[in-house]
């Protein structure tokens, strides 16, 4: 199934643009930066005089870029203080609150501004042309990485909530006085039938009288087609797979006439209030598209794969809690391509969705706001899908969003140019376009550290200096990072998270400045499971390579560490004392890589995942028939349950043993939620005080399934968020993840998922 899954569309169309701005501009910038250097290693005159200069310049800052003269307890005096003052205001507004965000935020700007005019004029190397090439290119990506910062800080000060407001207009809709029409798309491409169905009957279940649900086939299969007839949806198709996603969409909206229309991936089920929540916003006639956040109702592979379901946020929930909410406040939402409500006459307007890139979603939120229309941001949890199931198809998903993001610079809809766009709105589609070349940055960080070993220092400065200039503004960044993104990620995870996909994520970005449109769309792989341990050995060579270059750089740099120190106690000189400091961040800095190297290639090793259903943790008091005896009725509490089954505890003793291999058939109620369901009893333990069966339910009628998905999937609020942990938790998690790799514990049981219990 797998295979199949990764066939790609039809090739995009060639483009009018076979190059951009953009990648001229980078192709200069290298050309100019090898020419220089050539002509420095070669001992050109004119460059090497320059250089020297900027040497000199750098051995002798202004006066107000050295530390004070004083010991370095004295130093540390600002850190401590600013880290108090941080911690007391995280303390004090336990949320980001705009007045505590507006004095969060300023205090780092000033701080990277400080830190940034001291990495300008006081720490790079040019004593020569070894040294001076590896301190520039380590600058250069380090400053790409603070733009980024930059602007994130810029944007963070006009965060929208828009909470309230959905509050005030889903009045209208819930009163009837204000129901539009609503056409409910879902496209699919390959995806197995069973989550079709559940997608299907989410969709129906939404409470919403005025909707048409459309299922968009793009594989034309007799079985999806008999699947939409028995679930009472419509069934469309087309004659080709032109334009992938977008061209189904397209071909849909041109078949269809409703004056709304919300779309889900063939994977994502709404709750029952999704339109409630957002077809109110539609009363305002300028907005054209209201977005709701992606999640998942299974845990991203990087968290299963290290053990972490339950402690480690899905990845995405840093986007959706804090980028989204920032970006609203400057009218720069993204559209991720799921679970959104679009006005149909803007869309038309703006000619459908976009074509002529692999996030057809991006650009066409692009497109409808430089024609005026607002795109609005609600941060409710309204729906739920599929994360990614293994590290491959979570790398060809983030591969394409990269790709697709990138051809920005190559189709009319670029952001950066496109009419009718303000400054702040441009700002913030910057911040995201800049974030896919912070890979090449992340590639740059594991690299410098190994200079160290061979006698070359990127980064020239004292204790003191870092003391002075660096501490503060990282112990402060630390410190209101995951505040500043509402605990969904922390600063070591979040390099984690960056690093396992570093390389690949390096090589996209300069293939997709090269050439944009070199591969067209490839679906991510759904409904897969696994029996055994699988390495992707494709991601993890680069990562081993680095490992093992890094653990010998913290050999050789302690090694030189030693012999260095003993010769400085009888004859050193101050350059050598200063070398030996340097060495002395190499080998810190090499451990701290070493550390996220091991935990990425952990990674990269999947679980098995012996059953593509999911499993969640929800409570029901269930009403357990066993056998034919009718007299004879077993209470109990639902621990975990699925579409195909569940794990109860029971109220009571006695239950009869099974033999292995033995089954019992089974009527299991939820009078709850009047869900009456056969199966059979494969599994008795009357181990510890509770005794614990599982049901495996079987001959499912259409309205059992019907109840059961909306049971499992649809309820209101039931996707909950929860907080990442803090840096030195953090810290300690990798740790022992590092000593106590889940391979090694031999745990592979499927984890319940956590949702809301009413």
């Given at each position: 199934?797998?295979?199949?899954?990764?066939?790609?569309?039809?090739?995009?169309?060639?483009?009018?643009?076979?190059?951009?701005?953009?990648?001229?501009?980078?192709?200069?910038?290298?050309?100019?930066?090898?020419?220089?250097s050539?002509?420095?290693?070669?001992?050109?005159?004119?460059?090497?005089?320059?250089?020297?200069?900027?040497?000199?310049?750098?051995?002798?800052?202004?006066?107000?870029?050295?530390?004070?003269?004083?010991?370095?307890?004295?130093?540390?005096?600002?850190?401590?203080?600013?880290?108090?003052?941080?911690?007391?205001?995280?303390?004090?507004?336990?949320?980001?609150?705009?007045?505590s965000?507006?004095?969060?935020?300023?205090?780092?700007?000033?701080?990277?501004g400080?830190?940034?005019?001291?990495?300008?004029?006081?720490?790079?190397?040019?004593?020569?042309?070894?040294?001076?090439?590896?301190?520039?290119?380590?600058?250069?990506?380090?400053?790409?990485?603070?733009?980024?910062?930059?602007i994130?800080?810029?944007?963070?000060?006009?965060?929208?909530?828009?909470?309230?407001?959905?509050?005030?207009?889903?009045?209208?809709?819930?009163?009837?006085?204000?129901?539009?029409?609503v056409?409910?798309?879902?496209?699919?491409y390959?995806?197995?039938?069973?989550?079709?169905?559940?997608?299907?009957?989410g969709?129906?279940?939404?409470?919403?009288?005025?909707?048409?649900?459309?299922?968009?086939?793009?594989?034309?299969?007799?079985?999806?087609?008999?699947?939409?007839?028995?679930l009472?949806?419509?069934?469309?198709?087309?004659?080709?797979?032109?334009?992938?996603?977008?061209?189904?969409?397209?071909?849909?909206?041109?078949?269809?006439?409703?004056?709304?229309?919300?779309?889900?991936?063939?994977?994502?089920?709404?709750?029952?209030?999704?339109?409630?929540?957002?077809?109110g916003?539609?009363?305002?006639?300028?907005?054209?598209?209201?977005q709701?956040?992606?999640?998942?109702?299974?845990?991203?592979?990087?968290?299963?794969?290290?053990?972490?379901?339950?402690?480690?946020?899905?990845?995405?929930?840093?986007?959706?809690?804090?980028?989204?909410?920032?970006r609203?406040?400057?009218?720069?939402v993204?559209?991720?391509?799921?679970?959104?409500?679009?006005?149909?006459?803007?869309?038309?307007?703006?000619?459908?969705?976009?074509?002529?890139?692999?996030?057809?979603?991006?650009?066409?939120?692009?497109?409808?706001?430089?024609?005026?229309?607002?795109?609005?941001?609600?941060?409710?949890?309204?729906?739920?899908?599929?994360?990614?199931?293994?590290?491959?198809?979570?790398?060809?998903?983030?591969?394409?969003?990269?790709?697709?993001?990138?051809?920005?610079?190559?189709?009319?809809?670029?952001?950066?140019?496109?009419?009718g766009?303000?400054?702040?709105?441009?700002?913030?589609?910057?911040?995201?376009?800049?974030?896919?070349?912070?890979?090449?940055?992340?590639?740059?960080?594991?690299i410098?550290?190994?200079?160290?070993?061979?006698?070359?220092?990127?980064?020239?400065?004292?204790?003191?200096?870092?003391?002075?200039?660096?501490l503060?503004?990282?112990?402060?960044?630390?410190?209101?990072?995951?505040?500043l993104?509402h605990?969904?990620?922390?600063?070591?995870?979040?390099?984690?998270?960056?690093?396992?996909?570093?390389?690949?994520?390096?090589?996209?970005?300069?293939?997709?400045?090269?050439?944009?449109?070199?591969t067209?769309?490839?679906?991510?792989?759904?409904?897969?499971?696994?029996?055994?341990?699988?390495?992707n050995?494709?991601?993890?060579?680069?990562?081993?390579?680095?490992?093992?270059?890094?653990?010998?750089?913290?050999?050789?740099?302690?090694?030189?560490?030693?012999?260095?120190?003993?010769?400085?106690?009888?004859?050193?000189?101050?350059?050598?004392?200063?070398?030996?400091?340097?060495?002395?961040?190499?080998?810190?800095?090499?451990?701290?890589?070493?550390?996220?190297?091991?935990?990425?290639?952990?990674?990269?090793?999947?679980?098995?995942?012996?059953?593509?259903y999911?499993?969640?943790d929800?409570?029901?008091v269930?009403?357990?028939?066993?056998?034919d005896?009718?007299?004879?009725?077993?209470?109990?509490?639902?621990?975990?349950?699925?579409e195909?089954?569940?794990?109860?505890?029971?109220?009571?003793?006695?239950?009869?043993?099974?033999?292995?291999?033995?089954?019992?058939?089974?009527?299991?109620?939820?009078?709850?939620?009047?869900?009456?369901?056969?199966?059979?009893?494969?599994?008795?333990?009357n181990?510890?005080?509770?005794?614990?069966?599982?049901?495996?339910?079987?001959?499912?009628?259409?309205?059992?399934?019907?109840?059961?998905?909306?049971?499992?999937?649809?309820?209101?609020?039931?996707?909950?968020?929860?907080?990442?942990?803090?840096?030195?938790?953090?810290?300690?998690?990798?740790?022992?993840?590092?000593?106590?790799?889940?391979?090694?514990?031999?745990?592979?049981?499927?984890?319940?998922m956590?949702?809301a219990?009413?």
């Amino acid at each position: 199934m797998e295979d199949s899954m990764l066939r790609t569309s039809k090739p995009l169309l060639p483009r009018p643009l076979s190059i951009s701005y953009a990648t001229v501009m980078m192709l200069g910038v290298v050309a100019i930066a090898l020419g220089l250097s050539f002509a420095w290693f070669t001992g050109e005159g004119q460059i090497s005089r320059i250089f020297a200069q900027l040497n000199l310049l750098q051995q002798s800052p202004p006066m107000w870029l050295e530390a004070p003269m004083v010991a370095g307890h004295y130093l540390i005096f600002p850190t401590v203080a600013l880290f108090l003052c941080a911690v007391a205001i995280t303390r004090i507004s336990p949320q980001p609150k705009p007045w505590s965000r507006t004095l969060v935020v300023s205090v780092l700007l000033i701080l990277v501004g400080r830190y940034v005019t001291w990495r300008s004029l006081s720490t790079l190397n040019f004593n020569d042309p070894l040294n001076g090439v590896a301190s520039t290119v380590l600058f250069v990506m380090e400053m790409l990485g603070l733009l980024v910062s930059i602007i994130q800080l810029l944007l963070l000060l006009r965060v929208r909530d828009r909470h309230n407001q959905a509050d005030q207009m889903q009045l209208a809709v819930m009163d009837k006085t204000f129901l539009p029409s609503v056409a409910v798309f879902i496209p699919t491409y390959d995806e197995p039938e069973f989550i079709l169905r559940r997608t299907i009957i989410g969709c129906q279940a939404m409470d919403y009288p005025n909707k048409r649900i459309y299922l968009l086939d793009d594989t034309r299969r007799p079985e999806i087609k008999q699947l939409a007839e028995r679930l009472g949806c419509e069934y469309r198709t087309r004659p080709n797979n032109d334009h992938a996603k977008a061209g189904n969409l397209n071909s849909a909206i041109a078949n269809t006439d409703s004056e709304l229309i919300a779309s889900f991936d063939a994977d994502f089920v709404p709750t029952r209030n999704f339109l409630l929540r957002t077809v109110g916003f539609f009363q305002d006639p300028t907005v054209g598209l209201v977005q709701t956040p992606q999640s998942f109702y299974n845990p991203d592979p990087i968290a299963r794969n290290l053990g972490l379901e339950d402690i480690l946020t899905p990845e995405e929930e840093v986007f959706y809690r804090q980028i989204q909410p920032m970006r609203d406040g400057v009218g720069s939402v993204v559209c991720s391509g799921t679970s959104f409500v679009a006005r149909r006459s803007a869309l038309e307007t703006a000619g459908g969705f976009v074509t002529d890139s692999l996030s057809e979603d991006y650009f066409t939120a692009i497109r409808l706001a430089s024609k005026g229309h607002k795109i609005i941001y609600l941060d409710e949890k309204l729906s739920a899908g599929l994360a990614a199931e293994n590290i491959t198809a979570h790398a060809i998903q983030r591969l394409r969003w990269a790709r697709g993001t990138l051809q920005a610079f190559f189709i009319e809809t670029n952001p950066l140019t496109i009419p009718g766009l303000k400054f702040i709105q441009r700002l913030g589609h910057l911040e995201g376009i800049l974030h896919w070349f912070t890979s090449l940055s992340r590639i740059i960080f594991l690299i410098a550290p190994l200079f160290y070993a061979f006698g070359v220092i990127p980064i020239r400065s004292t204790p003191e200096e870092i003391i002075y200039f660096f501490l503060p503004y990282y112990f402060v960044q630390i410190t209101v990072f995951s505040w500043l993104n509402h605990h969904s990620r922390s600063a070591l995870l979040s390099d984690v998270y960056s690093l396992v996909l570093a390389f690949p994520l390096a090589v996209t970005v300069v293939q997709a400045m090269l050439s944009p449109f070199g591969t067209g769309f490839k679906v991510t792989p759904k409904g897969t499971s696994s029996q055994g341990f699988r390495f992707n050995w494709n991601l993890a060579w680069p990562l081993m390579l680095m490992f093992i270059l890094t653990a010998c750089s913290i050999w050789l740099n302690l090694g030189e560490c030693l012999a260095r120190g003993n010769w400085i106690q009888e004859v050193g000189t101050a350059e050598a004392a200063n070398h030996l400091r340097g060495l002395g961040i190499g080998w810190i800095w090499s451990l701290y890589n070493l550390m996220m190297l091991g935990t990425a290639l952990l990674v990269l090793l999947d679980v098995p995942r012996p059953s593509p259903y999911d499993w969640f943790d929800l409570r029901r008091v269930v009403r357990l028939q066993i056998g034919d005896d009718s007299d004879r009725i077993w209470w109990g509490t639902t621990t975990a349950i699925s579409e195909v089954g569940a794990t109860i505890t029971l109220t009571q003793r006695g239950l009869p043993q099974l033999a292995p291999g033995e089954t019992r058939p089974v009527q299991l109620s939820i009078s709850e939620d009047l869900i009456s369901l056969r199966g059979l009893l494969t599994g008795a333990s009357n181990e510890g005080e509770f005794p614990c069966v599982t049901v495996q339910f079987h001959d499912v009628t259409l309205l059992e399934a019907r109840k059961l998905v909306e049971l499992l999937y649809c309820r209101p609020g039931q996707w909950q968020r929860w907080n990442t942990p803090g840096e030195l938790q953090s810290l300690w998690i990798l740790i022992k993840t590092l000593f106590r790799p889940r391979i090694l514990t031999g745990d592979i049981r499927v984890k319940a998922m956590t949702v809301a219990k009413g």
